[in-house]
């Protein structure tokens, strides 16, 4: 599995690591990454320091691609870092990584503005919602395909996993995009204000 210390950031310039907030930081401003793997935990405080300085750097450059590690779902930041709608957005969880193939395939997705998002993580957000009957009118079936959307998926993979063609993924993207007031696209970015008008129901 590629090793990553606390912070991996390629660049079109070259790449850096950082080992605590601050060189965090000051990496992000400095190098102007294509894409930052961020590792939630950073000294000196050890608690959600790397997830905080990728929030900012995102403020500070909109659409800024950042991957995050973490331990365990982190519901309210997996949240905000959603929240601007601008993808470019990766949450996985370190023990449900399994290989350097998914790893990478994770970089390079969310470095071109799509998302990767933990099935485990999507779940969690999506919990407290699942409850709500008024979640847009959804039905189960799209709410499965609501869930393989938020993790990043595209129509095809949908389709694969769920065992049905590509034509109906696409008629239940139709119908969710619609039911959640947004216009039908296949665009990255319009899929991530799905999945938060989605989270947004209640």
Do not use: W
Not at 26 to 48: F, N, Y
Not at 159 to 187: C, W, Y
């Amino acid at each position: 599995m590629a090793k990553v210390t606390r912070a991996s950031l390629p660049s079109s310039e070259g790449r850096g690591a950082a080992r605590s907030g601050p060189e965090l930081s000051k990496a992000l401003a400095e190098l102007e990454p294509d894409v930052a793997v961020v590792d939630v935990r950073l000294p000196p405080s050890h608690t959600d320091e790397g997830l905080q300085c990728a929030l900012a750097a995102r403020r500070a450059r909109p659409g800024l691609p950042v991957l995050v590690l973490s331990q365990h779902v982190e519901q309210l930041y997996a949240r905000e870092l959603l929240a601007d709608g601008n993808g470019g957005i990766g949450y996985l969880l370190k023990d449900r990584v399994f290989d350097a193939d998914q790893f990478i395939d994770a970089v390079r997705r969310v470095a071109a503005g799509g998302t990767a998002m933990d099935p485990q993580v999507i779940s969690q957000l999506l919990s407290r919602r699942s409850r709500d009957e008024s979640m847009g009118g959804l039905t189960p079936r799209e709410r499965e395909v609501m869930e393989l959307v938020a993790q990043g998926r595209s129509n095809t993979a949908i389709a694969a996993q769920l065992v049905i063609t590509e034509r109906a993924i696409a008629k239940h993207t139709s119908n969710i995009f619609g039911k959640l007031g947004l216009p039908p696209s296949d665009d990255d970015n319009r899929r991530v204000l799905a999945v938060l008008a989605y989270l947004d129901r209640g």
